[in-house]
């Protein structure tokens, strides 16, 4: 399961990676099947604090989705039930 944020892999990168939730809810508004994008690191290579900012994190993503809808009236299996107070 695709999660709201991925992490950028560049150790020297702080703060580093992109939100992917955007993209993926767009392409539900829009009842796409699938989606792609691309999209700059939003961290910095420097101290951890941000004291020292060397540059920013030079890698990018390349984002690359597939949704699969559940047929209207299909069963998940189970029911759902809330509570409230």
Same mark, same amino acid.
């Given at each position: 399961?695709?999660?709201?944020? =991925? ?12 939100? =992917? ?6 392409? =539900? ?8 994008? *691309? ?23 390349? =984002? ?5 809808? *559940? ?15």
């Amino acid at each position: 399961m695709l999660g709201e944020f =991925v992490d950028c892999s560049n150790s020297l990168c702080y703060n580093g990676g992109i939100r =992917v939730g955007s993209m993926r809810r767009e392409a =539900v508004d829009e009842r796409k099947t699938e989606f792609d994008g *691309k999209a700059m690191c939003q961290g910095y290579e420097g101290s951890p604090s941000g004291r020292r900012r060397y540059r920013t994190c030079i890698n990018h993503f390349e =984002v690359r989705g597939k949704i699969t809808y *559940k047929e209207p009236g299909a069963s998940s299996g189970g029911t759902r039930s809330s509570a409230s107070s």
